[in-house]
């Protein structure tokens, strides 16, 4: 069974940054396509950031676009959410998801995603 460990979570201000990792452990699958979806206390989870392993696709909730970037190491073994100027909103758990299903789109959706990290937290000062 494989399990997905994110790391890299931390307490900054607003306008730093912080890279999140995320690291598939256990038996190895060939992911289709990986995202971060977040969720703040009260809130519903909501997506973040996708990466399509196959067309190479990245898409982004409009809330991070320009301040986040997802990206992938050449061995396609860890998955990595670079965030910058971060702001209060963006205080969350944020959460790795991998895709096992074949496919070639960006998935944005918690259904598309069949495999959960147990998260990480993300609290940004004013």
């Known amino acids: 069974q494989v399990q997905l460990v994110e790391s890299g979570g931390g307490l900054v201000r607003a306008g730093d940054s912080l890279r999140l990792a995320c690291t598939p452990s256990?038996?190895?699958?060939?992911?289709?396509?990986m995202a971060w979806f977040r969720q703040s206390p009260g809130k519903e989870r909501e997506f973040v950031a996708t990466?399509?392993?196959?067309?190479?696709?990245?898409s982004y909730d409009d809330s991070v676009k320009g301040r986040f970037t997802i990206s992938r190491d050449n061995a396609k073994t860890t998955l990595y959410l670079q965030m910058n100027d971060l702001k209060p909103e963006d205080t969350a758990v944020y959460y790795c998801?991998?895709?096992?299903?074949?496919?070639?789109?960006?998935?944005?959706?918690?259904?598309?995603?069949?495999?959960w990290g147990q998260g990480t937290q993300v609290t940004v000062s004013s």
């Open positions: 990466i399509n392993y196959n067309e190479r696709t990245t």
């Open positions: 256990g038996r190895t699958f060939s992911f289709s396509a």
């Open positions: 998801a991998a895709r096992r299903l074949p496919g070639t789109f960006a998935y944005s959706t918690r259904t598309d995603y069949d495999t």
